[in-house]
């Protein structure tokens, strides 16, 4: 039987890294190595090809607070960004971070791991797109920065170039007043089964200054229905029962009409959730 061998680079500093990822495109960066190997059975584990462990970058694991945002270093593992974060992380996120279980597995996999999966938008994902999240990307002589919306194409595939890197999250601190976050099944594992949501509204004086709404079914994509969000925007509480009543049924007809696939169980918990979410908001 053939063997085949796997080159491992570890490097120490960010120029480093871009430097071996220049002269070795195809490398595959290993982070915390939960997304990489989490699901193999093998008793011998199979590694994906060359591999970049970025461990021992220092630069990857900050985490910093300015007036208007927080920038944490995309090899920040999650519980390090919980522990770090506690007073400052917006609730949805925490929330979002915490139900990334077992608690084990926060202490590896980073924050860039997560949102760098090819095939899955994992539990953050849709608490990152509503909040606007900004992404940097690095290669050997260039950065990019973009919005998380433009991370992934239409067809859900990663927009990262052979040689690029995700290096910092940049999450701005939004005038959120209602958060709400719920997930139901393992994104990880059931992917046919496991659904996420997210609400993000702000709400002065009982006038909805500003509702985002996102649903990922854990495959490719994450959506979000700015025509929903503007139905609500604007709108003065309480809300008339007529009110309620149409706003539920638009939900409902969005929901039907969904670009992504749900399976029946990811569909039934969907109109649980916008019921659910309607009525912390609209009481
Ligand atoms: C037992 C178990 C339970 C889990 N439970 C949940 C759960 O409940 N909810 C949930 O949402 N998820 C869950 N997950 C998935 C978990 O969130 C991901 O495996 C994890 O976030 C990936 O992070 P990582 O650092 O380990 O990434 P890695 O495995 O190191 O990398 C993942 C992918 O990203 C690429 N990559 C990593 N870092 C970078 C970078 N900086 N720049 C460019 N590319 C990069 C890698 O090449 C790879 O393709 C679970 C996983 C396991 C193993």
Redesign the pocket.
């Known amino acids: 039987m053939q063997e085949i061998y796997s080159h491992i680079f570890y490097p120490s500093s960010l120029n480093e890294l871009l430097s071996i990822k220049n002269q070795n495109p195809d490398a595959?960066?290993?982070?915390?190595?939960?997304?990489?190997?989490?699901?193999q059975k093998r008793k011998v584990p199979v590694l994906?090809g060359n591999i970049i462990q970025?461990s021992k970058i220092v630069e990857?694991k900050k985490i910093r607070r300015t007036e208007r945002f927080l920038e944490i270093g995309?090899?920040a593992?999650?519980n390090r960004i919980l522990n770090v974060g506690q007073h400052v992380l917006p609730n949805a996120l925490s929330q979002?971070m915490r139900?990334?279980?077992?608690s084990?597995?926060?202490n590896?996999?980073?924050?860039?791991?997560?949102?760098?999966?090819?095939d899955?938008r994992?539990?953050?994902f849709s608490v990152m797109l509503l909040m606007d999240v900004s992404l940097e990307?690095k290669r050997s002589g260039g950065t990019r920065w973009i919005q998380i919306n433009r991370f992934f194409n239409k067809n859900g595939e990663i927009q990262?170039k052979n040689n690029?890197?995700?290096?910092r999250i940049r999450i701005p601190f939004g005038n959120w007043n209602k958060e709400l976050y719920k997930?139901d099944g393992?994104?990880?594992?059931d992917t046919g089964k496991?659904i996420?949501f997210c609400v993000l509204a702000d709400i002065q004086k009982g006038i909805i200054n500003d509702y985002r709404m996102a649903i990922g079914n854990?495959g490719k994509h994450t959506v979000r229905s700015i025509e929903l969000e503007s139905l609500l925007i604007g709108k003065k509480l309480p809300l008339s029962l007529k009110e309620s009543l149409a706003i539920a049924e638009k939900h409902e007809e969005w929901l039907k009409n969904l670009t992504i696939e749900l399976s029946p169980f990811q569909r039934d918990r969907s109109i649980r959730f916008v019921y659910w979410i309607l009525k912390e908001l609209l009481p």
């Open positions: 595959v960066i290993w982070s915390g190595g939960t997304g990489l190997m989490g699901k994906p970025i990857l995309a090899g593992s999650i979002a139900l990334i279980k077992p084990t597995v926060r590896m996999a980073t924050l860039g791991g997560h949102l760098c999966m090819p899955f994992l539990n953050l990307l990262l690029e890197i995700l290096t997930s393992n994104p990880f594992f496991a996420s854990s």
